[in-house]
């Protein structure tokens, strides 16, 4: 996918609530596609199998969830979005 432009998203999450809690993902930048949709990006940190692939932007999953920021998380919410096995 190609963005026309993306910026920083300074103290935003993105937050999916399933039925084991919260999942949550920081995100890193914001998104506007060439079609003109705005979404975010979350980093992705974990090493890939060939360990040659540097760290890397990708949208959040497509499951039901919201945009939030820092300080409209619930201490849960927090906890989580740092807790997360890709982080």
């Known amino acids: 996918m190609s963005y026309r ?3 920083s998203a300074h ?3 993105f937050v999916a609530r399933t039925e084991y809690g919260p ?4 995100l890193a930048a914001w998104a506007l596609s060439e079609s003109g949709e705005i979404f975010g990006l ?5 090493p890939v199998p060939d360990g040659k692939r540097p760290p890397f932007l990708m949208s959040v999953p497509p499951i039901p969830g919201k ?17 997360h096995p890709s982080r």
């Open 42 to 46: 979350t980093a992705i940190n974990h």
């Open 67 to 83: 945009y939030l920021l820092r300080e409209s998380l619930t201490d849960e919410e927090l906890t989580a979005a740092f807790t």
């Open 23 to 26: 999942v949550v993902y920081p």
């Open 11 to 13: 103290d935003w999450f």
């Open 5 to 7: 432009s993306i910026c």
